[in-house]
């Protein structure tokens, strides 16, 4: 079975710092693209990070360029979204998904969240003023 648990969420002050952790359990864990997506009530959810499990490329939306890290460990096949400089507007339920091994490819290119098939329960990201 395919399971994504985030976990790393929390309540943090304008300009502090979170880092979210994704632990997937799926075989095989290379070739596929991972994204960290977010939802904040009332808007449509949207991703603000990629990665190729395989070689590791990274992408950012512009919102969050220069603040967010999105990394992995192949080796434990966990991903990890560090979040600096947090704003209010940061304020979701953050999740991580992955595609699968036939989509990897196309990481380099923004991909809606129906293009990703396998999805974690979330974790809440909350950002005070």
């Known amino acids: 079975q395919v399971q994504l648990v985030e976990s790393g969420g929390g309540s943090v002050q304008v300009g502090g710092s979170l880092r979210l952790s994704c632990a997937a359990s799926i075989y095989p864990y290379s070739g596929r693209c991972a994204g960290w997506f977010r939802q904040a009530p009332g808007k449509e959810r949207e991703g603000v990070a990629r990665?190729?499990?395989?070689?590791?490329?990274?992408y950012y939306a512009d919102s969050v360029k220069g603040r967010f890290t999105v990394s992995q460990d192949n080796t434990k096949r966990t991903l990890y979204l560090q979040m600096n400089s947090l704003q209010p507007e940061d304020t979701a339920m953050y999740y991580c998904?992955?595609?699968?091994?036939?989509?990897?490819?196309?990481?380099?290119?923004?991909?809606?969240?129906?293009?990703?098939?396998?999805w974690g329960q979330g974790t809440q990201v909350t950002v005070s003023s």
């Open positions: 998904a992955l595609t699968t091994t036939r989509s990897g490819d196309l990481c380099h290119t923004p991909l809606s969240w129906d293009k990703f098939n396998y």
């Open positions: 990665l190729h499990t395989e070689n590791g490329s990274a």
